[in-house]
């Protein structure tokens, strides 16, 4: 079972804009080494956005290969056109991904029975367990609970979710209408813990980029029974997770991981470097937590 702290991964780039594969790599088993117990490529954090189909697929594969079942790999395979979504699942399938995290489609705002028929034409398809994604904020389309636990009922390879939406209200609701088996995740880190305490199995993590251990730990102790530990962790955390969306993600994530000597912190447009005043806003908090001098 998936469980405990997925980082949400970023895909460093060079300076002329291609994969920097090695980077890709050398991230992939920093993580394994700092704890993290499994890794999502190609989401949000990745820039997906901004990747051809052709380095999605790469990236997917580069990731499959690298980790070489230490841990499990998420590929995200999400489209706004089911064929493309479907297509991409398929290839994650097909190179040995151990799971499909499948965005809400965005832009084109589906109906719930949209919602619906777009993750079983895709799950009917493929034997590869699926994770739906919900993060509104993006996507200006929000899976409502009740069409969640109909996909989940009627889809025998949806197997739980990614929630962003924030509303622990609509958690909660979901958790109500599913059995035990459904896996719910984090999506926002400033509420890991709250999400937890309804029944989630762990996080997709942003602040799992830069602090793996503590993320994992704060997750781990939580499901072994060591709730005042996560807690502990999670205020600790707070401050630190609040900062990295000072910009929209990834911009400071990548930026945090480049003053960290891991990566350098080239982005594609239209995302664009930290402005100058949020930068030393941002390293301050970064100095606070030790993670730059």
């Known amino acids: 079972m998936l469980k405990g702290s997925i980082v949400a991964l970023v895909t460093p780039f060079h300076a002329d804009g291609q994969i920097n594969e090695e980077k890709l790599k050398f991230l992939m088993n920093w993580h394994i080494e700092n704890k993290t117990d499994g890794i999502l490529v190609c989401g949000t954090t990745g820039e997906s956005a901004t990747l051809t189909h052709a380095e999605h697929k790469k990236v997917i594969e580069i990731a499959v290969k690298e980790v070489n079942k230490r841990i ?12 493309e979504a479907l297509e991409l699942v398929e290839y994650a399938n097909g190179v040995g ?20 028929y777009h993750f079983k034409t895709i799950s009917d398809a493929v ?3 699926i994770i739906i994604y919900n993060v509104p904020g993006r996507t200006g389309c929000n899976i409502l609970p009740q069409t969640v636990a109909r996909i989940y009922n009627d889809c025998k390879g949806v197997v739980g979710i990614k929630e962003a939406s924030g509303s622990l209200d609509q958690i909660t609701k979901i958790m109500t209408l599913v059995d035990k088996n459904f896996l719910l995740f984090s999506g926002a880190d400033e509420i890991n813990l709250p999400i937890l305490s309804v029944g989630g199995v762990g996080a997709i993590s942003v ?13 781990d102790n939580f499901l072994k ?17 609040k900062s990295l969306f000072i910009e929209t993600n990834p911009i400071p994530v990548k930026t945090a991981l ?8 080239y982005l594609r447009l239209p995302l664009y470097k930290m402005s100058v005043d949020n930068l030393e806003k941002f390293k ?5 937590y ?3 001098t």
């Open 72 to 83: 499990p790999v998420v590929a995200g395979c999400g489209s706004n056109s089911t064929r």
């Open 97 to 116: 991904a151990d799971f499909a995290l499948v965005i809400t489609p965005y832009y084109n705002k589906p109906t719930q029975e949209g919602l619906y």
């Open 127 to 129: 034997d590869i367990p």
């Open 207 to 219: 602040v799992a980029n830069v602090m793996p251990k503590e993320t994992h730990e704060l997750v």
């Open 225 to 241: 029974g060591n709730y005042d530990e996560s807690r502990k962790s999670q205020i600790y955390l707070y401050d630190l997770i």
């Open 258 to 265: 480049s003053l960290m000597g891991l990566i350098e912190s």
């Open 284 to 288: 301050r908090v970064l100095k606070q």
């Open 290 to 292: 030790k993670l730059i």
